[in-house]
């Protein structure tokens, strides 16, 4: 059997989770998450919360990581893959060849003030737009057409984002992916306690609410970096009547 590899390439807190959960209700589909963050970890020294727990959780080499659970045998005929960009740091890119990828991205105006709570003023690199942006180019230079999602435009029209999604996957979109069951899934890795409290209390995407709150003066220097970058992307981004 050949397993139909995906891999959703996404920016941090951008609904990537409860995406990967939604993957996890088909019963076609293997989900794993991130299995990149320690290699990322132990090559960049990022102290992210949790960082001894994630690095003695899994592999953290990439070269192992691409082999043996990227390409590696899958208990079923779909294996969807959460993964943030800005991990593929040192890391050889000709394994996509072998992937179908999705970009996951989300206005910085409303993504930059959620990660600041975790990690504190964050740089261009942690956003993950600059290498998306590269990744798309480069997919496209190969002859793959990444579909590009919109965490906004996810959660205005899961249903209708979903299902076009689904369809350029080649699979059949499923009612079962638009809810799960509160409290985490038991593919989370170790660093959910940091990042996941509020997924792991939702049951389905959350209706869309815009910030309401100032956006942080600290933070116009990373956000004037990343706009052109996120504009770039959202241009093709699937929306809820594609």
């Given at each position: 059997m050949q397993t139909q590899r995906i891999c959703l390439w996404s920016g941090p807190r951008n609904v990537s989770t409860a995406l990967m959960y939604a993957f996890g209700q088909r019963n076609d589909t293997e989900i794993v998450?991130?299995?990149l963050y320690a290699h990322y970890l132990r090559v960049t020294g990022a102290m992210h919360p949790g960082r001894e727990k994630v690095m003695e959780s899994m592999q953290n080499d990439a070269a192992e990581v691409i082999r043996d659970v990227i390409l590696g045998p899958s208990k079923k005929p779909v294996r969807f893959m959460k993964q943030m960009a800005h991990h593929l740091v040192d890391i050889d890119r000709?394994?996509?060849l072998n992937t179908q990828n999705i970009l996951l991205?989300?206005?910085?105006?409303?993504?930059l003030p959620s990660l600041t709570k975790?990690?504190?003023?964050?740089?261009?690199?942690?956003?993950?737009?600059?290498l998306q942006t590269e990744?798309?180019?480069?997919?496209?230079?190969?002859?793959q057409s990444p579909s590009i999602l919109d965490a906004r435009e996810l959660l205005l029209a899961p249903k209708d984002v979903l299902s076009t999604l689904c369809s350029r996957l080649g699979l059949s979109f499923?009612?079962?992916?638009?809810?799960?069951?509160?409290?985490?899934?038991?593919?989370?890795?170790?660093?959910?306690?940091?990042?996941?409290?509020?997924?792991h209390q939702s049951d389905g995407f959350a209706p869309?609410?815009?910030?309401?709150?100032?956006?942080?003066?600290?933070?116009?220097?990373?956000?004037?970096?990343?706009l052109p970058y996120y504009e770039l992307l959202s241009a093709d981004a699937i929306c809820g009547n594609s």
């Open positions: 998450d991130e299995p000709s394994f996509m991205i989300r206005d910085p105006k409303e993504m975790v990690i504190g003023i964050p740089q261009l690199k942690d956003t993950g737009y600059k990744l798309l180019s480069e997919l496209r230079e190969v002859g499923e009612e079962s992916m638009l809810s799960w069951s509160p409290g985490g899934h038991a593919s989370d890795g170790v660093w959910a306690p940091y990042w996941y409290h509020n997924v869309y609410q815009p910030k309401t709150e100032p956006f942080p003066e600290e933070l116009n220097s990373v956000l004037s970096e990343c």
